[in-house]
């Protein structure tokens, strides 16, 4: 059959699974209160804390902790704006899904020994019988019987992976009408709360949606997308915001990355091709949606420290949800403060005017001149260069007083004031020189750079070594070749 036609029927099958039309209030906020206690807990034998996940619509992964008293009890307090999916996490070894609205107070029995024991058939947890609790018992024992099952999301990866378009289209809407059929079988038989219907229809709803928009980017590379794949996403309700369960935060996620990884024109600077951006999702979606995707776009130009391209394409009046506009409030001033302190103390920071990459080798090998040069390749941006820091340090307090090696660290791809600010703020130590776009150009092709963060090592007479070189947390591994090249 054709696409099509799967497409058809999958779209009508959402329009019954569709929510309610009543919509969430994003302009409020309130705390949820999670309890508990864990039978049988020993502080002596047992993890001291446990762990909630939330996964935030526009913070992604956020994650609360919190101790656990000698009795076994825990409390958790925190703000939400809108009626979510959560899970909570003991060491872990299992989780337990949560569906928590605005200033719901829920308390959670767990049995320790049962815990312990890998349980999965939502033996080990309690509620209180009143309706928050009952919904939450009820989510657990569907998703535990339908959804958690290994054979379940095997399934899942293994059509994401092997299936046609066709193929994969007619899989996930028969997994649609399974778990449809389940879930009307479920509420038939079992007392439900209208809560606890409301997430089970959207869960099932997003699952879809979810991944049909994840086989974009995971199908197997020999199978062409026909042009009409993404046509259900005109069918899709761009203004349902009624409750958020994790598969529905997936997939706006994943929509997100829809638009973020379509190309750049190279020709056009960073603030153009922005522009282009959130002039692409004004043009293709609507409501609720739209001003999720520009939230997230203009986050995303904060969290990479871009405040230049913020301050140019940012429209306040384009965001009228209160959560998204405290959002985007909330990281602008963060970052204005962030960038406010220059202070570098006495680190050697500089730039250097060459344009030829002769030129620029030759002041480096001149400038540490039989020392043995640990290059880092990095940007404020890049969170995986950020988590290497720390391990850099380490390893410079471990040559603390050697003056035959040299940690320099070449950024790029940032303004002044953010590469400054980075140093600052993050106390970084070593050499840091910012590179212009086209040193950087140069050198990525002589290191064979694809991405950062990158390491090389250039021995005492200007010879690289190690086009890649270990990264600083695989600290024995580096500090061996370094050594290595000491002793020669």
Request: some cysteine; aromatic content about 14%.
């Amino acid at each position: 059959m054709r696409l099509s036609y799967y497409l058809f029927i999958l779209i009508f099958s959402f329009l019954l699974l569709s929510c309610s039309n009543h919509k969430s209030d994003f302009d409020i906020e309130k705390n949820v209160i999670i309890t508990g206690k864990i039978s049988g807990y020993d502080l002596a034998e047992y993890p001291s804390t446990i762990m909630i996940h939330q996964h935030d619509i526009v913070n992604s992964n956020q994650f609360y902790c919190t101790s656990i008293e000698k009795n076994g009890c825990f409390k958790f307090s925190f703000p939400i704006s809108y009626a979510q999916e959560l899970w909570i996490d003991y060491d872990g070894l299992n989780s337990i899904s949560l569906v928590v609205r605005l200033g719901d107070s829920l308390f959670i029995a767990i049995d320790n020994e049962f815990l312990l024991q890998y349980d999965t058939d939502a033996n080990f947890f309690h509620f209180e019988n009143d309706e928050i609790g009952k919904t939450n018992l009820a989510v657990n024992k569907f998703i535990n019987k339908n959804i958690n099952p290994e054979e379940f999301w095997q399934r899942t990866y293994d059509a994401l992976e092997n299936l046609q378009p066709e193929e994969y289209v007619k899989f996930l809407y028969n997994q649609d009408s399974v778990l449809t059929e389940n879930f009307n079988s479920y509420v038939k038989d079992h007392n439900t709360t209208p809560l606890f219907n409301t997430w089970c229809r959207d869960k099932i709803h997003y699952y879809t949606l979810n991944y049909l928009m994840r086989y974009r980017c995971q199908n197997p590379s020999n199978y062409k997308l026909p042009d009409d794949y993404f046509s259900f996403l005109a069918d899709y309700d761009m203004d349902d915001n009624q409750i958020f369960s994790i598969s529905h935060s997936d997939f706006l996620h994943e929509l997100f990355m829809y638009y973020w990884d379509k190309p750049d024109n190279p020709g056009n600077s960073r603030e153009q091709n922005y522009k282009i951006l959130t002039d692409t999702i004004k043009a293709n979606s609507a409501g609720f949606t739209q001003e999720f995707l520009l939230t997230k776009v203009y986050m995303n130009t904060l969290k990479g420290q871009l405040i230049d391209v913020f301050e140019a394409i940012y429209d306040s009046t384009d965001i009228h949800q209160t959560y998204f506009r405290n959002a985007i409030d909330n990281k602008y001033k963060e970052l204005k403060k962030y960038l406010s302190n220059q202070n570098t103390g006495s680190i050697n920071l500089t730039t250097i005017q060459s344009q030829t990459l002769e030129e620029f080798l030759d002041t480096i090998t001149q400038k540490y001149q039989d020392k043995i040069i640990y290059i880092d390749f990095w940007a404020p941006w890049c969170s995986p260069c950020m988590e290497e820091m720390p391990y850099s340090h380490t390893i410079q307090e471990h040559y603390r007083g050697n003056d035959n090696i040299v940690f320099l660290y070449l950024a790029h791809g940032c303004t002044k004031e953010s590469w400054r600010a980075t140093i600052a703020n993050k106390k970084l130590t070593g050499e840091h020189i910012l590179l212009t776009n086209d040193q950087y150009n140069l050198l990525a092709d002589l290191f064979d750079i694809s991405g950062i963060p990158h390491y090389s090592l250039i021995d005492k007479k200007g010879n690289v070594v190690l086009k890649d070189a270990p990264r600083p947390s695989e600290k024995d591994i580096i500090i061996k070749e370094i050594e290595r090249q000491l002793n020669k």
